[in-house]
């Protein structure tokens, strides 16, 4: 991770300021095997086994097959909490543990879908526009100073999901969806930067930088398909392909009083350059009665697309207070993450305990990870895991109100062999360089609760009771 050019000891702290932004936006809100299983009430509630028939307003991110059973006009609203529980007791740097402090981060997603019924050769056909954030934490927070600061203080990011989909039936055995998605994306967050002359970690010799940008919108989607062979079996595939997203944005920078007389940034300009993986879920769903069924998923997620994640700078220069007419370009920064691809295995379902009046749902799951042990860091904690989950749904007035809880047991990880290492000001050739510090050894403990909530209200179909 660490780069090749560097500057002169006598210009370091000045140079150390200027590039800390370009060295901290990859390991913080954009890094790849960041999302956690899945979005949703109902889904979360059934350990996210909703991928081979799924009936509720986020069948769109899923499987949008799942919208053509659909009648009438819907309306789905969902909102989760997630709180991200993470430890951090390094065994590079001399310090105390250290815990993400952030506030409990709220999610919301929303649909509206209209069923048509038969529409010529079609026996379904339903339309809908929906929104959705990916399952991920946006807000992070460690503190300034403690030891995992070269790697993470702070990230406020968030990317939605603006789509739109199409979904038609054919007999009574085969469903079929399409969903248009626009993705946009804004992220804010800062790292520490080593900015002294010799090695040390002092945190007096650190400047602190900070990226903020967003990119414009880019074209995703989802395709589905859902096979009915009998009346009690569905099974569902749907496929999200991978996308290539670039943020534009500006780098700013906080240095010691002593290291301002050095040098001048010049410029702010850079882009963030990075690959989100495929997903591809397969489902399959036994129901032997109306009242209960049972759904067994696999999901494969190819985050192996991710080899490194590149800041491009556009007009980024250092100017040294001694040789002001000798501007330096400061050059793309780029960091290996080598992750490997992830799969899931999901196990579920729901249970009518007063027909159409109250279910109730269960589910567990695992997840394998996508980070190598020597890339293992505070920025996004989404190990391998096992998620076990509840959820219950009431029908009032004709509405029906869901309710989830889940919980990720996360494992643990202790790492002896970190490619982590202290992000620091670089140095020009010719010059000595400062000798960097792996600051990634430790033990990594972390687990995530999520409350999820959500009223799906079938409009033209509501009822003045219970």
């Known amino acids: 991770m660490a780069n090749h050019l560097r500057v002169p000891r006598w210009v370091r702290g000045g140079w150390g300021a200027a590039l800390a932004a ?38 769109f991110q899923y499987n949008p097959a799942g919208l053509a059973q659909q009648r009438g006009l819907r309306l789905y609203v969902d909102a989760r909490m997630a709180k991200q529980h993470v430890r ?11 815990e993400n402090s952030a506030n409990p981060f709220l999610g919301p997603s ?10 010529g050769p079609l026996s379904e056909l339903t339309l809908a526009l929906g929104a959705t954030g990916p399952s991920a934490i946006g807000i992070v927070k460690y503190p300034d100073k403690g030891v995992q ?14 789509s739109a989909s199409v979904a038609g039936g054919w007999g009574d055995w085969l469903r079929f969806g399409v969903t248009g998605q626009l993705a946009h994306g804004s992220a804010k967050f800062s790292q520490a930067v080593y900015s002294g002359v010799f090695s040390s970690t002092d945190p007096a010799q650190d400047s602190y930088a900070t990226f903020e940008g967003s990119n414009g919108v880019l074209p995703t989607g989802v395709l589905g398909l859902t096979l009915l062979p009998r009346s009690d079996l569905a099974i569902g595939l749907s496929w999200r392909p991978a996308m290539d997203f670039a943020a534009d944005g ?21 882009q963030l350059q990075l690959k989100f993986a495929d997903v591809v879920r397969l489902g399959l769903q036994y129901k032997p009665s109306p009242a209960w069924d049972v759904e067994l998923d696999a999901v494969y997620e190819r985050w192996s697309v991710l080899k490194e994640v590149r800041v491009h700078t556009k007009d980024v220069t250092v100017v040294p207070a001694s040789a002001p007419d000798k501007p330096v370009k400061v050059p793309d920064i780029v960091f290996p993450h080598d992750y ?6 999901r196990l579920g379902g729901d ?33 391998a895991r096992h998620v076990a989950s509840v959820g219950a749904s009431v029908r009032l007035f004709g509405a029906f109100v869901d309710l989830a809880y889940a919980h990720h047991f996360v494992d643990t990880q202790v790492v002896t062999d970190s490619g982590v290492v202290q992000q ?5 050739p010719g010059f000595d360089p400062v000798k960097t510090t792996v600051v990634g050894n430790g033990t990594y403990e972390a687990s995530m609760d999520i409350l999820s909530l959500s009223l799906r209200v079938p409009i033209g179909d509501l009822s003045g009771s219970m």
């Open 149 to 162: 600061r070269y790697a993470l203080t702070n990230t406020d990011y968030f990317i939605g999901y603006y």
């Open 351 to 383: 249970y009518q305990l007063l027909t159409n009046r109250l279910t109730v749902r269960g589910g567990y799951l695992y997840e394998s990870n996508a980070a190598p042990s020597k890339y293992v860091s505070v920025d996004f904690p989404n190990w």
């Open 88 to 98: 951090f007791t390094s065994t590079s740097i001399k310090g105390d543990p250290i």
């Open 22 to 59: 370009l060295v901290c936006a990859p390991g913080s809100a954009w890094a790849a095997g960041a999302e956690y299983p899945d979005n949703g009430t109902i889904a979360i509630g059934r350990g996210c086994a909703w991928a081979a028939n799924p009936s509720d307003g986020l069948a």
């Open 250 to 270: 500006t780098l700013k920078t906080q240095s010691p009083e002593w290291a301002k007389a050095l040098a001048t940034q010049v410029g702010e300009q850079a």
């Open 110 to 119: 929303g649909a509206l879908s209209y069923g048509l019924g038969a529409v």
């Open 424 to 428: 620091m000001s670089p140095t020009m």
């Open 340 to 345: 490997t691809d992830t799969w899931s295995v």
